[in-house]
């Protein structure tokens, strides 16, 4: 089970941070990756980290901004967000999957119910 937390409604240029805690598998072994969807758009990929390296990609329209980590000791997954923009307005949902190393697609098994974040003036 993956749980987002964190979402909200803030301004242009403001920071906020999300997190996942996971249960029912273990944490420390899985990659993660967190996607969003605007309204009446496709689901996209954001960031991801992998497991015990925590090897981490970034989309293009993030990098610099966004920045992913992970406390295995905690089973959660942040999402760190800087100078937030309207357009990263949507709903954020992280996904867990066990594999070599993380990727920006949508080979993830287990996902969140979703987290809003809404960027406006």
């Known amino acids: 089970q993956l749980v987002e937390s964190g979402g909200g409604l803030v301004q242009p240029g403001d920071s906020l941070t999300l997190s996942c805690v996971g249960s029912g598998f273990t944490f420390e072994y899985r990659n993660f990756g967190w996607f969003r969807q605007a309204p009446g758009k496709e689901r996209e990929p954001v960031a991801c980290?992998?497991?015990?390296?925590?090897?981490?990609q970034y989309a293009d329209s993030v990098r610099g901004r966004f920045t992913v980590s992970r406390d295995n000791a905690k089973n959660t997954v942040f999402l760190q967000m800087n100078n937030l923009h309207s357009e990263d307005t949507g709903v954020y949902y992280c996904?867990?999957?066990?594999?070599?190393?993380?990727?920006?697609?949508?080979?993830?098994?287990?996902w969140g119910q979703g987290t809003q974040v809404t960027v406006s003036s």
């Open positions: 980290i992998s497991s015990q390296n925590a090897y981490v």
């Open positions: 996904a867990a999957v066990l594999a070599p190393i993380c990727k920006l697609d949508f080979s993830y098994d287990d």
